[in-house]
């Protein structure tokens, strides 16, 4: 059983920076697809990036450039770090491990908020 525990949200002001992390227990981060999702108030949840065994990198269009990516094999866990934030940013973060991107077997974090605003 994989057990996920993210920390780092917020309040950041539009054009700020903030970094979440995601730490990892019950198996090594990069035997798994890590992944950042979010979730705001009425909308689906949406992939915000994966990192895949803690190699290649898939940034949503709308964040690239501004977020990234990676893991830490030493403290076992993923961040995302994000940059130059925006209003439309504000969400729910959660994070997700999952074998392959076929595995029924899917593990969530309860989430972090990261709220945008002046």
């Known amino acids: 059983q994989v057990h996920l525990v993210e920390s780092g949200g917020g309040l950041v002001q539009p054009g700020g920076s903030l970094r979440l992390s995601c730490a990892v227990s019950g198996s090594a981060v990069n035997d798994y697809i890590m992944a950042w999702y979010r979730q705001a108030p009425g909308k689906v949840r949406e992939l915000v990036a994966d990192?895949?065994?803690?190699?290649?990198?898939n940034i949503r269009d709308s964040v690239k450039g501004r977020f990234t990516i990676s893991t830490d094999s030493a403290t076992n866990t993923v961040s995302l770090h994000m940059d130059r934030l925006q209003p439309e940013d504000t969400a729910v973060y959660l994070c997700?491990?999952?074998?392959?991107?076929?595995?029924?077997?899917?593990?969530w974090g309860q989430g972090t908020q990261v709220t945008v605003s002046s």
């Open positions: 990192i895949i065994n803690g190699g290649h990198s």
């Open positions: 997700n491990a999952k074998k392959s991107y076929f595995s029924a077997n899917n593990y």
